[in-house]
């Protein structure tokens, strides 16, 4: 297939990342006879398998570019995808090409009947990956899962180190025990014998994560850590901690005091991996090589514009904490937003700090699922900021670019459906003559 006629095909499959639609009868067992049709691809190298309610996509990349450094060949498959879905499967930080994602889903596609099963977009893809990197001979593949852990289409993997970044609120009704029933979901994908790096540190699910069949549990907090961590120019100074060994002078180029907990939780899965400790030098070098597209990524100056797929609670007080400690607001800052169904947009607004906004600028991203936009800005008006609705990112980012002042922070944020096209609108713009 080429790429055209391979999304086609995607798009004739369930997509629930795009409605969001509950699963019923949640079950491996489609997806398990998917990849025994393909001969099961994602038993060819060893895996690293990452779950958490954020931090997720932070943490694969950290341990690509530090797996990389070390020299080896490395697999990446993340989701969702910012602008294109090329980014979703890479190989040392480069996305796959058209053409080679064309053809790796054409082969799901043409084995789809073979198998007895009709799969959903996600398996499709998930499949798709696990046969290009056994393609082309990746030496590991680093695999984030897309929700949960336990049922998800990843987890029919192998994985030599399991990680969970940390259990928070989101995809869940927060109705009673909440917090150990996702936990419980998470550490679904701790396979016997492998390595465990857990970065929850809450007491009270520690002796859930402390169940599992792993042959060892690396605990944050107690095994690793990030023990000392200071500004510096264009992100943060550290010293990590594993039960290997402690690293200190690296460079983490990137905004917000949890990448520091992430950092430590990717040195910690891949010092696990190898079973030693990394050389420091790679260390630093894998660290200062990092790149996080839509993570409170500065993408314009004079106005400032920053990018942060801030999508729940968490996320959304960790960007309001990151714009407090880390830029002095010579001028008003100016926000950009939107959010999918399942937020509370007041809530989520109160959480990103939206009250010190000089003005936001409410959208409706491009979803099913969206919220719209009046309602967003009714919202803000409640909280006693001044806001406006439009209807698309594109008209509230050049609305808030011609409103903004060379000394003004303009503050896109929410969805990931916000984030990615407000991306691809400054690239364009930056690119025409």
Same mark, same amino acid.
């Given at each position: 297939?080429?790429?055209?006629?391979? $999304?086609?095909?995607?798009?004739?499959?369930?997509?629930?990342?795009?409605?969001?639609?509950?699963?019923?009868?949640?079950?491996?067992?489609?997806?398990?006879?998917?990849?025994?049709?393909?001969?099961?691809?994602?038993?060819?190298?060893?895996?690293?398998?990452?779950?958490?309610?954020?931090?997720?996509?932070?943490?694969?990349?950290?341990?690509?570019?530090?797996?990389?450094?070390?020299?080896?060949?490395?697999?990446?498959?993340?989701?969702?995808?910012?602008?294109?879905?090329?980014?979703?499967?890479?190989?040392?930080?480069?996305?796959?090409?058209?053409?080679?994602?064309?053809?790796?889903?054409?082969?799901? *596609?043409?084995?789809?009947?073979?198998?007895?099963?009709?799969?959903?977009?996600?398996?499709?893809?998930?499949?798709?990956?696990?046969?290009?990197?056994?393609?082309?001979?990746?030496?590991?593949?680093?695999?984030?899962?897309?929700?949960?852990?336990?049922?998800?289409?990843?987890?029919?993997?192998?994985?030599?180190?399991?990680?969970?970044?940390?259990?928070?609120?989101?995809?869940?009704?927060?109705?009673?025990?909440?917090?150990?029933?996702?936990?419980?979901?998470?550490?679904?994908?701790?396979?016997?014998?492998?390595?465990?790096?857990?970065?929850?540190?809450?007491?009270?699910?520690?002796?859930?994560?402390?169940?599992?069949?792993?042959?060892?549990?690396?605990?944050?907090?107690?095994?690793?850590?990030?023990?000392?961590?200071?500004?510096?120019? +264009?992100?943060?100074?550290?010293?990590?901690?594993?039960? $290997? +060994?402690?690293?200190?002078?690296?460079?983490?180029?990137?905004?917000?005091?949890?990448?520091?907990?992430?950092?430590?939780?990717?040195?910690? *899965?891949?010092?696990?991996?190898?079973?030693?400790?990394?050389?420091?030098?790679?260390?630093?070098?894998?660290?200062?090589?990092?790149?996080?597209?839509?993570?409170?990524?500065?993408?314009?100056?004079?106005?400032?514009?920053?990018?942060?797929?801030?999508?729940?609670?968490?996320?959304?007080?960790?960007?309001?904490?990151?714009?407090?400690?880390?830029?002095?607001?010579?001028?008003?800052?100016?926000?950009?937003?939107?959010?999918?169904?399942?937020?509370?947009?007041?809530?989520?607004?109160?959480?990103? +700090?939206?009250?010190?906004?000089?003005?936001?600028?409410?959208?409706?991203?491009?979803?099913?699922?969206?919220?719209?936009?009046?309602?967003?800005?009714?919202?803000?008006?409640?909280?006693?900021?001044?806001?406006?609705?439009?209807?698309?990112?594109?008209?509230?980012?050049?609305?808030?670019?011609?409103?903004?002042?060379?000394?003004?922070?303009?503050?896109?944020?929410?969805?990931?459906?916000?984030?990615?096209?407000?991306?691809?609108?400054?690239?364009?713009?930056?690119?025409?003559?």
């Amino acid at each position: 297939m080429n790429l055209p006629t391979a $999304l086609r095909y995607l798009e004739q499959h369930t997509n629930l990342e795009a409605t969001a639609g509950r699963a019923e009868g949640l079950s491996l067992e489609r997806m398990q006879q998917l990849v025994s049709v393909l001969g099961d691809p994602q038993l060819a190298y060893p895996v690293i398998h990452i779950t958490g309610t954020n931090g997720k996509g932070s943490v694969a990349r950290m341990i690509t570019e530090l797996l990389a450094a070390a020299g080896l060949a490395v697999g990446t498959y993340t989701s969702p995808h910012l602008e294109a879905i090329n980014e979703r499967i890479s190989r040392n930080g480069e996305p796959i090409s058209d053409d080679e994602l064309g053809q790796a889903i054409g082969t799901v *596609a043409a084995v789809e009947g073979l198998a007895g099963i009709t799969p959903s977009y996600f398996e499709i893809l998930t499949a798709a990956a696990f046969g290009w990197f056994a393609d082309v001979a990746v030496d590991v593949a680093v695999i984030e899962v897309g929700m949960l852990g336990r049922y998800d289409a990843t987890n029919v993997v192998e994985s030599a180190v399991a990680v969970l970044t940390n259990v928070g609120h989101d995809h869940t009704d927060g109705q009673g025990a909440w917090r150990q029933a996702i936990a419980g979901e998470k550490v679904g994908i701790v396979k016997p014998g492998s390595t465990f790096v857990c970065g929850e540190v809450a007491p009270e699910l520690h002796d859930l994560l402390a169940d599992t069949p792993a042959a060892r549990t690396w605990w944050r907090g107690d095994d690793f850590d990030c023990d000392q961590h200071v500004l510096a120019f +264009g992100g943060r100074a550290l010293t990590l901690r594993t039960p $290997l +060994g402690v690293v200190d002078d690296i460079h983490l180029p990137l905004h917000g005091v949890h990448q520091t907990d992430n950092a430590a939780i990717a040195l910690a *899965a891949v010092d696990a991996f190898f079973d030693r400790q990394l050389d420091e030098e790679v260390v630093r070098a894998g660290f200062g090589g990092v790149r996080i597209p839509g993570r409170f990524e500065i993408v314009h100056r004079e106005p400032t514009v920053a990018l942060d797929a801030a999508h729940n609670l968490d996320g959304a007080r960790a960007c309001a904490a990151t714009l407090q400690d880390e830029f002095t607001l010579l001028g008003s800052l100016i926000m950009v937003v939107g959010f999918l169904g399942g937020r509370d947009p007041e809530e989520m607004l109160e959480a990103l +700090g939206a009250k010190d906004a000089g003005f936001i600028i409410a959208c409706t991203p491009d979803s099913p699922r969206a919220i719209p936009a009046p309602q967003v800005a009714a919202a803000a008006d409640r909280l006693g900021v001044v806001a406006e609705s439009v209807s698309s990112v594109d008209e509230a980012l050049a609305r808030a670019l011609g409103l903004a002042g060379h000394d003004d922070f303009i503050m896109v944020t929410g969805s990931l459906y916000v984030v990615g096209p407000a991306r691809t609108y400054l690239r364009t713009q930056a690119d025409a003559p």
